[in-house]
């Protein structure tokens, strides 16, 4: 049987990276998460700048400079801490290091042929498809996917991909979110 469309990628780090990102916005909530951390962290040190205000006015401006402190430090962390997992992760899977596979799209299902084995995966068994402007992340679980990057993606892919959204994905997420 003759693929619709067959796409050839190397994982790369920064396709990785990216990855890991993407999916950690879409699928697990990062840019709530930040807000809640941030909001309850705010409430926190209000609480305690409030009696500091009551008691001692003159330290009230070193409670303010260290709330900011406190809330750019966490801001910070929480943003570099995810590219350092993902850095380490793909350090860690040699296999996965700069790994050539080859996606062919069916009808019904696509195949995924690397040296290192081959898999069918139907489209009804995808959780989600992930699409940004450069790329499509066929969701296999909430943290494993496909990398399909759209420049290496033959005319009509586009269409293709969203003419699979209308088949229903497991978990019923039927958009491109």
Known sequence: MTPLFSITNTITRDEYQTFNMVVLKKEFHFVRSLIIINVCALFIMMSIMGETLITDFKHFWWG????????????????????????????????????????????????????FGNSSIAYDKLTKIIETPSHFYLMHSKGQGTIIPKGKAGEGFVDFIHKITNVPLRWANRSLN
């Open 64 to 115: 303010i400079i260290f709330i900011v402190v406190m809330l750019c430090c966490t801001n910070w962390f929480y943003f570099t801490r995810p590219k350092k997992k993902a850095n380490k992760a793909f350090e860690e899977n040699k296999l996965m290091q700069n790994q050539e596979y080859t996606v062919n799209f069916y009808e019904d299902h696509s195949e995924h042929i690397s040296s």
